[in-house]
């Protein structure tokens, strides 16, 4: 080793001790400024909030770093920049705007330190903040929302030049994420600020009426839409309980009670009517919405209450359901003076029926209408379903003495396909037609015995079989059945069922004929008079009073059908203004009148007492046929049946043994053609050979 080397060692040596003891030196006095700025950390990272924060912020992030000027700063559109606090050497200034893209402040957009130890003024001769105050060095910082964006700055400057320090720079970003946290937090109050603001809005200005409850069922607070609903103040309305505005109704209090009830138990309400109590006493009617409030805990809070206002549409309800129930009085009260249904007439026996019609009418039980043909037996059907409570399902009308006698089942029951040749598909029967509803039968004595026990299952079960179906079928139908036979005649003679008889016989009801009706009949006469001018196209001024005797003094045999043709009749012929019936329109029935009727118009010199001779065999009378009734003076009298049998046996003689169309025996006897055929097979009248 040489002289020089060892001269330079020591030289070595001699300055490591010297810069040893340097550093210790400053190290020891070093740690006083240590803890003054993080006592200055914590002091301006810790105390006050908002605008109080910021601006112990920037007076503690100065006296840490040992610099004249400390800023926060947010970012806005560009190229504004605005100054939230600022401190000058010895105070803060606040609320400045400046140019960011003329400052050095823009370098941190890039999402680092910006850094300028000196000579900022040249490299942003612009920047006028820094340019009035003569400043050197630089240093800042950018702070991010929750999003990563980069929202605001923390800088730090100074006349004096700023060299790199990682104490300084350690401690402006600690500054800098205490200052992104407030301000985060700022930014977060200010949308609950403006949220709660448009809350507000919405609670005060809101269409429907709103209300918080409490426990206690005290109104907290209501909006100005309740107070108006109500007619009270909101200042009234608040502290207040809730039901005390509910009308003192079944409607009203108590319905109010439950909703509180509701909310003691935590149960919402949707959508109950109340009626509450105006200021000035008239009803408001309501549809109310509760939500119970629970807290983090689970323990039961306010609720929310809103509701719709329905007082015009409960109203108009109310108007609805007081005019239809005065349009069903007014309805009752024509119906039980003067009209049931179409039913025309005042007269003693008529208004019997009409009060029997109104009885029954509401059940279920089977009726027998009787009476005799032309009496109106279908009308009274149609009056009885029309006030059941079967009014709005269907009345099905079926003729039984219409229904060809090998399809009677298949009608009124209905077929599978292919049950019988022809049935090329299902069709349902009468009585699944009616399901819910009323089946009429017509002529109900003239259905064969076959149909007639499936008609007794239907009553007795509620179910029949289709034809060729595997499964009963259930149906809910009420029978009205209708005739004008002697069904218990029929029952006697075997040809009627006994115990169908009394399962449709529930409750029967006699149509009177139209003679013991007489009271009736000008209200009938002006009734069709004025429906077949109409028709017709005639116009008649009145009925003549000779025209109306005459048509009281008739016995109408036909009954109401018959006066219908009579007065058509007349009133095509009529050439006046008035109506004028002839005799003659009168004199020859469109309905021959009955055995029973011819019986008690004969003479009385005909008129034997019983039991003296044998009752003529019609069948004798092959030879010119005398009129029905007519008998050698000293003969006995012959029964009814008898009697009718000779009637029948004459037309048909007239009639050439033809039954049916315009010229047939059964249109002069007024029957149906299978009635009349089965007349002339129960009498045994046979066309003799010629």
């Not at 809101?206 to 206690?216: L, Q």
């Not at 609720?303 to 007082?311: E, H, P, S």
């Not at 019986?599 to 007492?609: D, G, I, M």
């Not at 006897?669 to 009248?685: D, Q």
Request: neutral net charge; hydrophobic residues 40%; aromatic residues 8%.
């Amino acid at each position: 080793m040489t002289h020089e080397q060892i001269s330079a060692g020591s030289l070595s040596e001699e300055r490591r001790a010297a810069r040893t003891g340097a550093d210790e030196a400053s190290a020891a006095s070093a740690v006083p400024d240590d803890l003054h700025a993080f006592r200055a950390v914590v002091e301006g990272t810790v105390g006050g909030t908002g605008q109080e924060f910021f601006r112990s912020l920037v007076r503690y992030l100065a006296e840490a770093i040992d610099v004249h000027y400390a800023v926060v700063a947010e970012f806005q559109a560009p190229p504004q920049g605005r100054i939230l606090a600022l401190w000058e050497r010895d105070h803060v200034v606040e609320n400045l705007d400046f140019d960011f893209t003329t400052s050095p402040a823009a370098e941190v957009l890039g999402g680092g330190l910006a850094h300028f130890p000196t000579g900022v003024l040249q490299r942003f001769p612009q920047a006028m903040l820094l340019k009035d105050r003569g400043i050197d060095g630089y240093m800042a910082v950018p702070f991010r929302d929750n999003a990563g964006t980069i929202v605001g700055f923390l800088s730090v400057f100074d006349e004096r030049p700023m060299p790199a320090e990682p104490r300084r720079l350690f401690i402006l970003r600690i500054f800098a994420a205490r200052a992104a946290a407030e301000f985060e937090r700022l930014r977060a109050e200010k949308r609950l600020q403006e949220s709660e603001a448009r809350y507000r809005d919405l609670f005060e200005n809101a269409p429907n009426a709103y209300w918080i409850v409490a426990t206690d069922g005290r109104i907290v607070s209501a909006n100005r839409r309740w107070a108006e609903l109500i007619g009270y103040t909101v200042d009234e309305i608040v502290g207040a309980l809730t039901y005390s505005f509910a009308a003192d109704t079944p409607a009203g209090r108590p319905r109010s009670l439950d909703v509180w009830r509701k909310h003691l138990a935590g149960e919402p309400v949707f959508g109950w009517e109340i009626e509450m109590r105006h200021k000035d006493g008239h009803s408001v009617w309501i549809k109310m919405w509760m939500n119970p409030g629970r807290g983090a805990d689970g323990t039961l809070q306010a609720a929310r209450c809103f509701c719709v206002d329905i007082t015009a549409q409960v109203l108009a309800e109310q108007e609805r359901d007081r005019l239809q129930q005065q349009k069903l009085y007014l309805q009752e009260e024509i119906n039980a003076v003067h009209n049931f249904e179409q039913i025309i007439g005042r007269s003693a026996a008529l208004m019997d029926v009409l009060a029997n019609i109104s009885c029954v009418a509401p059940t279920d039980a089977s009726v027998l209408v009787t009476g005799e043909t032309g009496t109106g037996k279908e009308l009274i059907a149609r009056a009885i379903h029309s006030t059941s409570k079967r009014k709005d399902k269907p009345l099905i009308k079926v003729n039984c003495a219409a229904l060809p006698a090998g399809l009677v089942e298949s009608e009124l029951f209905g077929h599978e396909k292919g049950a019988f040749s022809g049935a090329i598909a299902k069709r349902l029967g009468r009585f699944e037609l009616a399901d819910g509803g009323t089946i009429f039968l017509d002529e109900i004595g003239e259905l064969p015995a076959e149909a007639q026990v499936k008609l007794l299952r239907v009553l007795q079960e509620r179910e029949f079989d289709r034809v060729g179906g595997a499964a009963p079928v259930r149906v809910d139908v009420r029978v009205i059945a209708a005739t004008n036979r002697d069904l218990l005649k029929e029952v006697r003679e075997k040809r009627f069922r006994e115990d169908l008889y009394y399962r449709l016989n529930v409750f029967p009801v006699r149509l009177p004929p139209l003679r013991e009706r007489q009271d009736d009949i000008p209200l009938l006469v002006h009734f069709l008079v004025n429906k077949f001018t109409l028709r017709i196209g005639k116009h008649l001024d009145g009925i003549s009073q000779q025209t109306m005797q005459r048509l009281q003094k008739y016995r109408w045999p036909g009954n109401i059908r018959e006066l219908e043709n009579v007065l058509e009749r007349a009133i095509i012929l009529t050439t006046g203004s008035a109506l004028d019936v002839a005799p003659d329109l009168l004199s020859m029935p469109a309905v021959a009148p009955t055995a029973e009727e011819r019986l008690a118009t004969l003479p009385p010199p005909l008129l034997a007492p019983a039991g003296e001779g044998k009752v003529r065999n019609a069948d004798a009378e092959d030879k010119s046929a005398t009129a029905v009734g007519q008998q050698a003076a000293g003969e006995p009298l012959r029964c009814l049946e008898a009697v009718e049998r000779d009637y029948i046996l004459t037309v048909l003689r007239q009639a050439n043994w033809l039954i049916t169309g315009p010229r047939g025996a059964a249109k002069t006897l007024g029957l149906h053609p299978n009635t009349l055929r089965s007349r002339i097979k129960k009498f045994g009248i046979t066309r003799s050979p010629v």
